[in-house]
């Protein structure tokens, strides 16, 4: 298990490291001087060339990406100065005349617009949008295991019809455009009996309360961003209700008398859900990546909604910190998923 933890771990690793080397060739090609975007048009000679010092654009391209590598990397050389240790956030392990080997914050630089670390920038938006992909999760799971279920219980039914409709509309429908109806119904014609608002953070300010948790902020960019794994859970459970239900150990329940519902939900539901938690763990990264769009379309303040603005004004750092940090939690999630399989069945180790 301890090898088969670390090969994925190595795995892991490489996939970054890709992920690294190619976004930074992708926004080191794209037009623009990051100096004139920091400072703008009319900055004077002296800052254009401090900051083109700080971010390396002085060197060559491949110093500049061994330069980006050393400020990813959580173990490095740094000089050892006290704008080094503010800059980089270190702990020294210990020295080499005026270097030191430190554990450290990666540094993903700073917004060109803001001049603020993007790993604070990270701290404030990450939460927000973490909360809106586990909660859609929740609402996705809750609401299609049970359409799925009722599906395969009144199987060929107007109920199993009316919820693979819905399951098939899920499918088909861009999240973008699902967003866009999901405001138009919910916070235009129905706004006086939902109290819903298109717009809007979890948390709201007022001048005497302070900051306040405002949870029907939450809903409609909950409700589209759940939309789609709840359409594919709903087939997934019904699926597999379905051959569960078939089973011989459920005609054998049946014939020793148990309820309906000891046998839908201790027996059958039991073994069906195998399928559903697969889906579960691989829909969870995809939402925190999904939710771009959605942030932006109800105005919700998230990393999607940041790193959009970001890229409208070509604050390039925001944008490059936000994808690698998308593609951190894929990979970290993957490891994991991958792990617990092999926890719980010792054959895909083999594999």
């Known amino acids: 298990m301890f090898g088969y933890a ?4 190595g795995y892991g690793i490489l996939v970054m490291a890709g992920v690294v080397a190619v976004v930074f060739v992708l926004f080191n090609i794209l037009p623009g001087d990051p100096a004139r975007m920091t400072f703008g048009q009319r900055a004077d000679v002296q800052s254009l060339d401090a900051v083109r010092k700080e971010f390396g654009l002085d060197k060559s391209k ?34 080499f005349g005026n270097k030191e080997l430190v554990v450290k914050v990666p540094y993903l630089r700073s917004s060109y617009q803001t001049k603020g670390d993007l790993v604070d920038i990270l701290a404030e938006t990450v939460p927000n949008t973490f909360i809106l992909a586990l909660t859609a999760m929740v609402f996705a799971t ?11 219980v009144y199987k060929n039914t107007w109920i199993d019809k009316t919820a693979n409709s819905f399951a098939i509309l899920g499918i088909s429908a861009p999240s973008f455009f699902a967003g866009i109806i999901i405001a138009w119904v919910f916070e235009f014609l129905l706004s006086d009996y939902t109290w819903l608002r298109m717009s809007g953070s979890l948390y709201s300010y007022g001048p005497f309360r302070g ?3 405002t949870l029907r902020n939450l809903w409609l960019p909950m409700i589209t961003l759940g939309f789609r794994p709840l359409a594919i859970i709903v087939q997934l459970t019904r699926t597999a209700m379905l051959d569960v239900l078939s089973q011989d150990y459920i005609r054998a329940a049946k014939a020793k008398g ?14 069906a859900l195998n399928p559903v938690i697969t889906a579960i763990s691989g829909w969870f990264a995809s939402l925190l990546a999904g939710s771009f769009f959605i942030e932006y379309i109800f105005g ?15 604050d390039f750092p925001v944008v490059m910190g936000s994808i690698l940090f998308i593609a951190l939690v894929f990979v970290v999630i993957n490891i994991l998923v991958d792990i617990l399989y092999a926890y719980l069945d010792p054959r895909v180790k083999l594999a």
């Open 62 to 95: 491949p110093k500049q990406f061994l330069l980006y590598i050393s400020n990813l990397s959580p173990i490095s050389l740094e000089e050892s100065t006290i704008a080094a240790q503010k800059k980089y956030r270190y702990a020294k392990i210990f020295s």
């Open 258 to 271: 148990l309820g309906r519902n000891s046998i839908l939900y201790k027996h059958a539901l039991k073994n």
């Open 142 to 152: 809750i609401i299609g295991v049970f359409l799925g279920v009722l599906s395969a």
């Open 211 to 213: 900051e306040v948790l």
């Open 6 to 9: 670390l090969r994925k771990i």
């Open 300 to 314: 919700y303040n998230g990393l999607g909604r940041t790193t959009v603005a970001a890229l409208e004004m070509s």
